[in-house]
């Protein structure tokens, strides 16, 4: 499983049940990234991929249907089930702080940060995207 996540600085996806924030071109990586393989993810994020059609796969339970070399992009899911079987971990980082009540879980030793890279947000001045892998 292949997992997308967006975060601020202390780990937090979601404050009172919203998404902290959200950039265009993070969507259009993660429809870059992921090519022609599908991307899973619930109806609260198809919101960002409404122009997309094709490989976005969209289920209340995403996450026990996605198997495989597939994507899942993850905004307001608790993760410590399906860290453990993770391949790879995509975190898209906004350097910022914002509230948050709700936040990625300690990831397990067996991922390891491979790479990491700064780009421009549409409404970020810099996004870092940063990958992980399993050492499985």
């Known amino acids: 499983m292949k997992l997308i996540v967006c975060l601020d600085d202390r780990n937090g996806m979601l404050f009172n049940k919203r998404r902290q924030s959200s950039d265009i071109r993070v969507t259009h990586k993660i429809l870059e990234i992921a090519s022609a393989r599908p991307i899973w993810m619930n109806k609260y994020s198809a919101y960002l991929f409404a122009e997309q059609q094709g490989n976005i796969h969209i289920a209340e339970n995403f996450l026990e249907q996605a198997y495989g070399d597939v994507y899942c992009f993850v905004e307001n899911v ?3 089930p399906y860290l453990s079987m993770t391949d790879e971990l995509i975190v898209f980082r906004w350097n910022r ?6 936040c990625l879980p300690e990831l397990p030793e067996t991922l390891k940060k491979t790479s990491s890279e700064d780009f421009q ?3 970020h001045e810099r996004i870092t995207m940063e990958v992980y892998r399993s050492e499985k």
């Open 78 to 80: 608790d993760l410590t």
């Open 97 to 102: 702080l914002y509230p948050s009540d709700f």
């Open 121 to 123: 947000g549409n409404s």
